[in-house]
């Protein structure tokens, strides 16, 4: 049996189930739900017993998640029983006392984000103490005092801090873990921005602990020698690109001898991916993708110059001044072999916007915020960070500003900075410039990351040279390189999660609160992802008709709920005022904390809507439809939370902001 360390142990419960006959029997339903199953938590020391009342003879697993099938309180006011299973297929398991669980009634997990610009989570025992530490003026620096003495193993014994995040990163894929929301409130940081105050649930098995403690993370400082990022440039290759592909060779003789100098060519590759359009809709223009430069082959600058040779821009045009950027960087990600690399940086350069869902001619058919998503999912096991270099040329003016909303969004990290780069004018001069100062500045990271004595010389490592005009470049290329570095040490080193139960924590880190200390998933199964991408189906064609005559998409909405069996209480008989309420969506996607464009949208919304804003959101809708496609054959990536889960049972981490 392979066991996973994580915050929540997903595991089954040793040893053969109690004998209990299953006659079709079904969970008891959450409140006010007719789909969803009342589901718990084992807490540590939780035992599984043959009958109300009757002693714990089968100790579980810390964090097994079960079905409530049926409450029993007991007489003389002891504590109520659970009868629970495994699944909600009706074969349950024995009982638990209702105070050796945790409710968990929803699937929302927060996960840490990267490392590269924000300090370690200190998780606290109870709401009085977030609350209290937050009304300090002076709170970034009580932070980094406890952090430090957390480390060191000399709290105070009166000190609210249970745990910290470990120095390294803790990857999500090789061992996975979630932090389960018990409660979220909001609060105000001293500077009276907005923060949320999470209350979580988390726990690390370990056989050799009797107890929760700190964790102590074992470094592998000597694993730092053997970290190799793979750096492969996305380049634009339609018929205005030229002088464009001529100087990124130009750069990328300079800097390949560089890495030569410095002894690091085996420690950084470059490869180079170009894109046009597609051959068979456009005779002579070659091809749609191809690698010119694959990252494993290329070790000297001549080997790069012979790679490179054959690139050159397109001498017919492409069918859009749009061109296909998200098929290229989908090109890059999975065409190339990554396995001995553990960085993946990619570098975008183009005078366009990309073909997004709105665009006939695109392959994806995915906006911006959806192909980030997809790459974010792909990147579990490698972390990944896109740039993008955006040659706003004159003859482009009107797609400008398209093109850089896109990019901003595509290369946005989880501190929330984008690594978009615009060129004004499309001046060959200063993107030559950019393009040298950025693969300058990812060669130092790699540098700074192999002469790393301890992951606190990653976590502050010092600025960057300043240099006004490709300052910001460099900085964002240290904050990356961190994380990429603290992502790597974490895995080679076997980063445990902090073992802990209930703490609060602020979703804000303390000392730059506009970078979040969290990303927010949901775990949907298998059957709640296929019925997601089937809602959404129904939700364009109503939107489709709703076109045609507005004022009847909301009937047509409430008829696809009907259609798809929906509870004929939810769905709405003409007094739903938004989306939300026509009873279309399923029951997991109620009360979640995001704001959704698709779902709060009301009948008079959409009659004022012009017809070009109205296609806006149909595209939007057909782009999840195919990243959720995207993530349905992402078969890495599917979790199953108790041994023996059916296929359809599984859970997916969606990101919240993936959600319609």
């Not at 470990?166 to 999500?172: H, L």
């Not at 974010?376 to 482009?396: C, D, F, N, W």
């Amino acid at each position: 049996m392979i066991w996973r360390i994580a915050l929540i142990l997903l595991v089954c419960v040793a040893g053969t189930p109690l004998a209990l006959q299953a006659q079709e029997r079904k969970p008891l339903l959450m409140e006010g739900k007719t789909t969803l199953y009342q589901k718990v938590l084992t807490r540590p020391g939780a035992s599984l017993a043959e009958g109300p009342g009757a002693p714990g003879t089968e100790p579980m697993d810390p964090f097994t998640v079960l079905y409530v099938y049926q409450r029993f309180p007991v007489d003389g006011g002891g504590p109520t029983y659970l009868e629970v299973g495994t699944d909600a297929k009706g074969a349950v398991s024995g009982f638990l006392k209702e105070t050796e669980t945790v409710p968990w009634d929803h699937a929302l997990v927060l996960a840490f984000t990267e490392r590269g610009n924000r300090d370690r989570v200190l998780f606290l025992e109870d709401e009085a103490a977030l609350d209290g530490w937050l009304k300090d003026p002076n709170l970034a620096v009580r932070a980094e005092d406890a952090r430090q003495r957390a480390d060191a193993r000399n709290l105070p014994e009166d000190s609210p801090v249970l745990s910290i995040e470990p120095e390294t990163f803790i990857d999500f894929a090789s061992q996975f873990y979630m932090l389960p929301i018990l409660e979220a409130k909001p609060k105000r940081l001293p500077d009276r921005r907005r923060a949320m105050g999470v209350r979580i649930a988390s726990v690390t098995r370990d056989e050799e602990e009797q107890k929760l403690q700190l964790v102590s993370t074992r470094e592998n400082i000597e694993a730092l020698g053997d970290f190799r990022a793979g750096v492969v440039f996305v380049i634009d290759a339609s018929s205005s690109m030229q002088p464009y592909i001529s100087r990124t060779r130009e750069v990328m003789r300079d800097v390949l001898e560089k890495v030569a100098d410095a002894d690091l060519s085996d420690k950084v590759r470059f490869g180079v991916v170009g894109y046009r359009d597609d051959p068979a809709a456009v005779q002579g223009v070659g091809y749609l993708t191809r690698t010119f430069a694959d990252p494993n082959q290329i070790q000297t600058a001549t080997d790069f110059k012979t790679a490179v040779e054959p690139l050159s821009a397109s001498r017919v045009s492409t069918r859009a001044f749009a061109e296909d950027a998200f098929a290229a960087i989908d090109h890059a990600m999975g065409r190339i072999d990554w396995n001995g690399f553990d960085a993946r940086y990619l570098i975008l350069i183009t005078d366009a916007s990309a073909r997004d869902a709105s665009s006939h001619f695109a392959s994806l058919k995915l906006n911006a915020a959806d192909m980030r998503n997809d790459v974010k999912g792909r990147s579990a096991s490698l972390p990944t960070a896109i740039y993008a270099l955006h040659l706003q040329t004159p003859v482009g003016k009107d797609d400008h500003a398209k093109a850089e909303a896109q990019y901003i969004e595509l290369t946005r990290l989880d501190s929330g900075r984008s690594l978009y780069y615009p060129v004004p004018s499309g001046d060959p001069e200063a993107f030559q410039g950019k393009v040298g100062a950025l693969a300058d500045a990812l060669v130092e990271q790699v540098r700074t990351t192999r002469d790393a004595k301890n992951a606190a010389d990653l976590a502050n490592a010092p600025e960057p040279p300043k240099d006004e005009a490709d300052d910001d470049i460099r900085d964002a290329a240290a904050e990356v390189g961190r994380a990429m570095a603290l992502a790597y040490l974490g895995r080679v080193s076997g980063a445990k999660a902090p073992p802990m139960f209930e703490a609060w924590a602020s979703d804000r880190d303390f000392a730059n609160p506009a970078v979040p200390a969290f990303s927010v998933r949901l775990l949907l199964s298998k059957n709640q992802l296929s019925d997601l991408q089937r809602t959404m189906n129904e939700t364009v064609r109503a939107l489709d008709a709703g076109q045609i005559d507005p004022g009847d998409f909301f009937n047509q909405l409430r008829s696809a709920a009907t259609a798809m069996g929906r509870d004929p209480n939810r769905v709405g008989q003409g007094e739903a005022r938004n989306l939300a309420e026509t009873g279309l969506m399923g029951e997991y996607l109620d009360g979640l904390p995001y704001q959704s464009r698709i779902m709060s949208l009301t009948e008079d919304d959409w009659a004022r809507m012009s017809v070009g804003e109205q296609q806006s959101i149909i595209d939007d809708v057909n782009s999840k439809i195919r990243l959720y496609q995207r993530f349905h054959d992402d078969s890495d990536r599917w979790i199953a939370l108790n041994e023996g889960d059916d296929a359809g049972d599984w859970v997916y981490p969606v990101p919240l902001d993936a959600l319609p």
